[in-house]
């Protein structure tokens, strides 16, 4: 959001949706709204401290940290086979990435 309590960017963003895309795994985005207050995530706090890119994901889920949280068993089965796709095609992947002229591998220090 607008007060960068979440990790996701544009890049990493797309990232994850072709990575799942490439494996036939089915992506829902959720944006809270800019004048609303929301919770947060480690994610800034990993992404800045070492420079990894980091994009927040997680099955979709009814009532997030409630004492009946629900998710389906096919959202599940989805979010294996996408995190797998992570691990065995991120390489490939991120050397095609050309953002502002560069080549892939962003988390290097700028010129």
Not at 23 to 47: A, W
Not at 85 to 90: H, K, R, Y
Request: proline letters at 5%; one cysteine or more.
């Amino acid at each position: 959001n607008a007060n960068q309590r979440y990790a996701t960017d544009a890049v990493t963003g797309w990232l994850f949706r072709e990575l799942g895309e490439k494996v036939g795994v089915p992506t829902q985005e959720f944006v809270v709204r800019s004048d609303l207050g929301c919770g947060s995530t480690i994610g800034p706090t990993l992404s800045t401290s070492t420079g990894i890119r980091t994009v927040d994901v997680g099955p979709p889920q009814l009532s997030m940290h409630s004492v009946r949280e629900m998710c389906a068993v096919a959202d599940v089965a989805h979010s294996i086979k996408h995190y797998q796709s992570v691990f065995e095609n991120f390489g490939t992947l991120d050397k095609t990435l050309v953002v502002d002229g560069k080549i892939g591998h962003m988390c290097r220090p700028c010129d």
